[in-house]
């Protein structure tokens, strides 16, 4: 069974930056596709940025031009960089990716880290 361990969460003030990261718990094939998703007080869980097999990205309207999402598979690992951070920001971060395994190496299987807090102050 493969775990997806986050990191990275904090407090953070207004206009500062933090760096998400999210790492499988064991040796893996590869990680295909994954994203990043957000739950905020009272609402319900969002995706904030994703990347493809291929490398390419998206992002949340409210995100866009401020978080980066980034990916090492010599690490296998994910990294979400957060930058020009507001308070609406302040949430429940998850990380969710496809990973490659010898159970199964071709299309993988989805998987959800437990979440890292992340709180902006003013």
């Known amino acids: 069974q493969v775990h997806l361990v986050e990191s990275g969460g904090g407090l953070v003030q207004a206009g500062g930056s933090l760096r998400l990261s999210c790492t499988a718990s064991?040796?893996?094939?590869?990680?295909?596709?994954a994203g990043w998703y957000r739950q905020c007080p009272g609402k319900q869980r969002e995706l904030v940025a994703r990347i493809s097999s291929d490398g390419s990205t998206n992002y949340a309207d409210s995100v866009k031009g401020r978080f980066t999402i980034s990916k090492d598979s010599a690490k296998d690992t994910v990294y979400l960089h957060m930058n020009s951070l507001k308070v609406d920001d302040t949430a429940v971060y998850y990380c969710?990716?496809?990973?490659?395994?010898?159970?199964?190496?071709?299309?993988?299987?989805?998987?959800w880290g437990k979440g890292t807090l992340v709180t902006v102050s003013s």
């Open positions: 064991r040796s893996i094939f590869s990680i295909n596709a």
């Open positions: 969710n990716a496809n990973i490659a395994t010898i159970e199964d190496p071709y299309y993988g299987n989805d998987y």
